[in-house]
């Protein structure tokens, strides 16, 4: 059902109250769902273009220069990519929350390959895909290689054991499942100290097998 309302055309023509930046962004989000329900395109609406130009002028008053600002967020950028998202997405659902799902397993697939590569694995030899799932599926990214395959999941029915592994045999499962935390998918020390408690595979012997 299509309708359209006047309450973006009022905000855009008066747009006292719209003064910081936070309530500037609310009302330019407003206006986007309302011209959404209008099935109106969002480039030719004129109080959509009038609410993103108060919200320029807003975010231009009193900000610091561009190239700041760059520097600032690439900074932030940095600091988001040392403390992974994944962790503390982990024990939680993401099966309705498709943004949290999808940052797990991006940064999970991203994770595995640094795992692999710190076990020594060669690259060419082990594959890592991501099964996303239906909508009431949290999904499955998983590291295969000929005699080792790693699996990891949002959330798990047992407690630190987000992480599933076991031998392979010419890349079909074969062996007893092991689970680990979550944590152990950033820290290959204890992986590898774990691979070889468990299965007796650590480095070397994986290096060998590749």
Not at 150 to 174: K, Q, W, Y
């Amino acid at each position: 059902m299509l309708y359209d309302t006047i309450y973006r055309h009022n905000q855009a023509l008066s747009p006292a109250g719209l003064e910081t930046l936070p309530a500037a962004l609310h009302a330019l989000n407003a206006a986007v769902d309302d011209c959404r329900r209008a099935g109106k395109p969002l480039d030719r609406d004129a109080a959509i273009v009038l609410l993103i130009r108060n919200l320029a002028d807003i975010a231009d008053r009193d900000a610091p220069s561009a190239n700041d600002l760059r520097l600032r967020c690439a900074d932030e950028r940095m600091a988001a990519i040392a403390a992974p998202a994944l962790l503390d997405i982990a024990g939680n659902s993401v099966a309705s929350d498709p943004v949290a799902k999808r940052t797990f397993h991006y940064q999970a697939r991203r994770a595995l390959a640094r795992l692999a590569e710190a076990i020594g694995l060669d690259p060419d030899d082990a594959r890592i895909n991501t099964t996303i799932g239906r909508d009431d599926d949290e999904g499955t990214s998983e590291l295969r290689h000929a005699d080792l395959s790693i699996r990891v999941v949002p959330r798990s029915f047992l407690p630190d054991s987000e992480i599933t592994f076991n031998r392979c045999r010419g890349g079909e499962h074969a062996g007893q499942v092991h689970r680990a935390p979550i944590a152990e998918l950033l820290d290959a020390a204890a992986f590898q100290h774990r691979l070889s408690a468990t299965i007796g595979m650590g480095a070397p012997r994986l290096a060998a097998a590749a």
